[in-house]
């Protein structure tokens, strides 16, 4: 398992880096499996990336979306990762929608249940043996999807996602894969910009427990991709 660093100016420079090595990984897991299997994340950088992707040259029927984090409020509610993805990337390429697959949301019927909600998304994702990429951002204290420091779902070693509940960063209600389905992926990528993400950064990267830095517990089978802005990058 490898370890790489990629710099950027700043969040822009990171993000078109990541776009074009995107478009590459793509290409190469429909060559040879015919299919790419990826999990988007939410927040600026993961949601810039979308974005950024939508002049980029993929065979987008091929790709299959899955989601690492999700925020359980009404399928409408701006706050959705799923309905930025569909507003940044979505909605302007031809992806096969019996491929894009969404946490459920707080209505329909696991309205109420964040439990049941996780739990289906756990069914959906277990037998997944190996996403291509797995896209993250990172937040000052380290968190990635929603699994934060010293929390129930940074601690949990079984289930593939989790419900979370009081989570720090608004909203306080979610689903999250966990870190044993993160590692799950053949690579993954951390988006991370910004002097507020420094230290975390230098943590994680010096191998801090994942229980204090979530982030640190985030590895790809095959490769892990850290693409840092210089703000980010200045404790490194
Ligand atoms: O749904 C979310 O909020 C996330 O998935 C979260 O893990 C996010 O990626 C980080 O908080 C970084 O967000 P920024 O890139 O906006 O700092």
Known sequence: MTTEIVRGADQDGIVTAAAARFTALVAEAVARRGRARVVLTGG????????????????????????????????????????QAHEALLAHVPVDEALVHPMPAD??????????????YAELVEPVEAFDVHLLGMGGEGHINSIFPHSPAVAESAATAVAVRDCPKPPPTRITLTLPMVRRSREVWLLVAGEAKAQAAAAALGGAAAADVPAAGASGSDRTVWFVDDAAAAAL
């Open 44 to 83: 600026g950088a993961g949601i810039g990336l979308l974005a950024a992707l939508r002049g980029a040259d993929i065979d987008w029927p091929k790709v299959e979306f899955f989601w690492g984090d999700e925020r359980f409020v009404a399928a409408d509610d701006g706050d959705r990762n799923a309905l």
């Open 107 to 120: 209505d329909g019927d696991v309205a109420g249940d964040v439990d049941a909600a996780a739990r289906r």
